[in-house]
């Protein structure tokens, strides 16, 4: 059977973090809140520093500077109306699962960007998986009632957790 997050570890440091217990804790409970089955599904998750995500950054978004999470959806499943629900991916079986898509996250961003919240770098971690396993799930936040409903879906997962709005 297919790991439900597939980690690839680029920079040392996120092993010692410890990310492949927490990804898994996140993604299951994502998945859980949107009512979708944690078998019939997987997700990369590319551990990096901010060297690296600053040249995906710069190749996929033309912005070549480092940023904390970039997220590569395997289908667009984006809602049509502002403000609409994205639609659900099609689960498939437990030994082949659905890539839901790509994430690369950046060690260095997190763990500056935890420090200048004042919150520990496990709970913003936890956020940014949620975020980029969102948008691969088709939520976004470039219109107004997408970046709503997208806050709104993270706030819920994030409480599953025993963690606090972010926003």
């Not at 944690?38 to 551990?47: D, E, I, R, S």
């Not at 839901?100 to 919240?117: F, K, M, N, W």
Request: with cysteine.
């Amino acid at each position: 059977m297919e790991p439900l997050v597939d980690c690839v570890i680029e920079d040392p440091r996120w092993q010692a973090f410890g990310l492949e217990p927490l990804a898994l804790r996140t993604v299951q409970a994502t998945l859980t809140e949107l009512h979708l089955p944690k078998a019939g599904f997987t997700v990369v998750l590319m551990a990096c520093d901010d060297a690296r995500i600053a040249t995906l950054n710069a190749e996929f978004r033309g912005k070549p500077t480092p940023t904390n999470v970039l997220s590569w959806p395997t289908e667009e499943l984006a809602a049509e109306e502002d403000g609409g629900q994205p639609d659900c991916p099609t689960p498939a079986s437990p030994d082949n699962p659905e890539s839901l898509g790509d994430i690369a996250i950046a060690y260095d961003t997190c763990q500056r960007e935890a420090t200048e919240a004042g919150k520990p770098m496990a709970d913003h971690v936890a956020h940014l998986i949620i975020h980029g396993l969102l948008h691969c799930l088709g939520y976004d936040h470039i219109r107004d009632g997408d970046a709503a409903v997208m806050e709104a879906t993270e706030v819920r997962i994030l409480a599953t957790l025993g963690l606090s709005d972010p926003y």
